[in-house]
C-alpha cells in the first residue's frame, strides 16, 4: 500500500486492490474503499465515504466489512451469549456464523447501537440489533430502522439479558448457572451482588408504592452504598444520609425495632 502512494496527498497514481484482510481496511481511509454488495438486481459498488460514524465504525470492527451479515449487540454479554450459542451449535455438527458470513459487533452500549448498526445498514450489509430493554434507545432511530431492516431482537419488556435467561431457564440450570458463578468468582462476590440487586429491586418496589420520601437513611453495608442502589436515590432527588461506620447508636430507635420484630416476632412465629 505504502509503495503505490495510499497516504500520500494527493495520490500519485490510481491503482485498485482486491483484499479480504482487517489490515488494509483500518489501514486505508473510509474515502478509498469500496465495497462490494450483492442485491436482489445484481451487485453493485459502494463508496465507503467521510461520514465520521462511518470512519470510526470502519477502525473498530474492520473484520466485520469484511463480513456479509453483522449482528449489532448492545454489549460484550449479548456477544458472549450469541458466541455460546454459535459454540454449542457447531458441537453439535452446525455450520459456525462466521462460515456463513456473519459477524458480531459490541456496540458498548445502547447509545451507540443505531449509530454502528445504520454505519453498516447505509452500506448494503444485511444489518440487524440484539439488545437489552431495561434502557431504551431513541424510539424515531429505531422506528425507522426496523422499517428498512423488519423486525430486530431485544428481550421483553424491560427486562435485561439477565432478567430474561433467570426467568426462561428452569430452576435446575439457573442453580448450576450460580454454581459456576460461585466457582469463577467466589460466595461472598456473588452473594453480594444479589443482595445488592435485591436491595435495589426493594427500594424501587417501595419508592412506587408509597412515594418519595426527603431523606433516606441506611448503614454503610456494600449493598447500599453500591452505585446502582445510590443511583435510585440521587435520581429521585432523596437526600442520602448513611450512620457512621460500625454506629449502630446513630439509628438506635430503628435498630431496636427491627430486634423486637425478629425475636418476638419472627424467630417464634417462622
Same mark, same amino acid.
Given at each position: 500500500?505504502?509503495?503505490?502512494?495510499?497516504?500520500?496527498?494527493?495520490?500519485?497514481?490510481?491503482?485498485?486492490?482486491?483484499?479480504?484482510?482487517?489490515?488494509?481496511?483500518?489501514?486505508?481511509?473510509?474515502?478509498?474503499?469500496?465495497?462490494?454488495?450483492?442485491?436482489?438486481?445484481?451487485?453493485?459498488?459502494?463508496?465507503?465515504?467521510?461520514?465520521?460514524?462511518?470512519?470510526?465504525?470502519?477502525?473498530?470492527?474492520?473484520?466485520?466489512?469484511?463480513?456479509?451479515?453483522?449482528?449489532?449487540?448492545?454489549?460484550?454479554?449479548?456477544?458472549?451469549?450469541?458466541?455460546?450459542? &454459535?459454540? +454449542?451449535? %457447531?458441537?453439535? /455438527?452446525?455450520?459456525?456464523?462466521? =462460515?456463513?458470513?456473519?459477524?458480531?459487533?459490541?456496540? !458498548? $452500549?445502547?447509545?451507540?447501537?443505531?449509530?454502528?448498526?445504520?454505519?453498516?445498514?447505509?452500506?448494503?450489509?444485511?444489518?440487524?440489533?440484539?439488545?437489552?430493554?431495561?434502557?431504551?434507545?431513541?424510539?424515531?432511530?429505531?422506528?425507522?430502522?426496523?422499517?428498512?431492516?423488519?423486525?430486530?431482537?431485544?428481550?421483553?419488556?424491560?427486562?435485561?439479558?439477565?432478567?430474561?435467561?433467570?426467568?426462561?431457564?428452569?430452576?435446575?440450570?439457573?442453580?448450576?448457572?450460580?454454581?459456576?458463578?460461585?466457582?469463577?468468582?467466589?460466595?461472598?462476590?456473588?452473594?453480594?451482588?444479589?443482595?445488592?440487586?435485591?436491595?435495589?429491586?426493594?427500594?424501587?418496589?417501595?419508592?412506587?408504592?408509597?412515594?418519595?420520601? &426527603?431523606? +433516606?437513611? %441506611?448503614?454503610? /453495608?456494600?449493598?447500599?452504598?453500591? =452505585?446502582?442502589?445510590?443511583?435510585?436515590?440521587?435520581? !429521585? $432527588?432523596?437526600?442520602?444520609?448513611?450512620?457512621?461506620?460500625?454506629?449502630?447508636?446513630?439509628?438506635?430507635?430503628?435498630?431496636?425495632?427491627?430486634?423486637?420484630?425478629?425475636?418476638?416476632?419472627?424467630?417464634?412465629?417462622?
Amino acid at each position: 500500500m505504502q509503495s503505490i502512494g495510499s497516504k500520500e496527498t494527493p495520490p500519485p497514481l490510481q491503482g485498485f486492490l482486491t483484499t479480504r484482510s482487517p489490515v488494509v481496511v483500518r489501514e486505508l481511509s473510509a474515502e478509498q474503499l469500496t465495497v462490494l454488495r450483492r442485491g436482489k438486481d445484481g451487485h453493485h459498488a459502494r463508496v465507503v465515504g467521510t461520514k465520521a460514524e462511518i470512519q470510526g465504525t470502519l477502525r473498530l470492527f474492520p473484520e466485520a466489512f469484511l463480513s456479509s451479515s453483522v449482528l449489532i449487540c448492545e454489549g460484550a454479554s449479548e456477544v458472549g451469549l450469541v458466541r455460546g450459542i &454459535d459454540q +454449542f451449535r %457447531t458441537a453439535g /455438527g452446525k455450520v459456525p456464523m462466521q =462460515a456463513v458470513g456473519v459477524t458480531r459487533v459490541d456496540a !458498548n $452500549g445502547c447509545d451507540n447501537l443505531y449509530r454502528r448498526a445504520n454505519a453498516f445498514h447505509s452500506l448494503g450489509y444485511r444489518t440487524n440489533v440484539l439488545r437489552d430493554d431495561d434502557k431504551q434507545p431513541d424510539r424515531g432511530i429505531e422506528e425507522t430502522f426496523s422499517k428498512a431492516v423488519g423486525a430486530i431482537f431485544r428481550w421483553r419488556e424491560g427486562c435485561a439479558l439477565e432478567d430474561e435467561l433467570f426467568a426462561s431457564l428452569p430452576a435446575d440450570a439457573v442453580t448450576a448457572l450460580l454454581a459456576h458463578a460461585v466457582k469463577l468468582h467466589g460466595e461472598e462476590l456473588v452473594g453480594a451482588h444479589i443482595t445488592s440487586a435485591f436491595c435495589v429491586e426493594t427500594l424501587e418496589d417501595a419508592l412506587a408504592l408509597h412515594g418519595r420520601p &426527603d431523606v +433516606f437513611n %441506611t448503614d454503610q /453495608g456494600s449493598q447500599f452504598t453500591g =452505585a446502582d442502589f445510590t443511583a435510585v436515590l440521587a435520581g !429521585n $432527588g432523596i437526600a442520602i444520609s448513611m450512620d457512621g461506620k460500625g454506629a449502630w447508636r446513630d439509628n438506635v430507635f430503628v435498630e431496636r425495632l427491627w430486634r423486637s420484630v425478629k425475636y418476638e416476632e419472627v424467630y417464634l412465629r417462622a
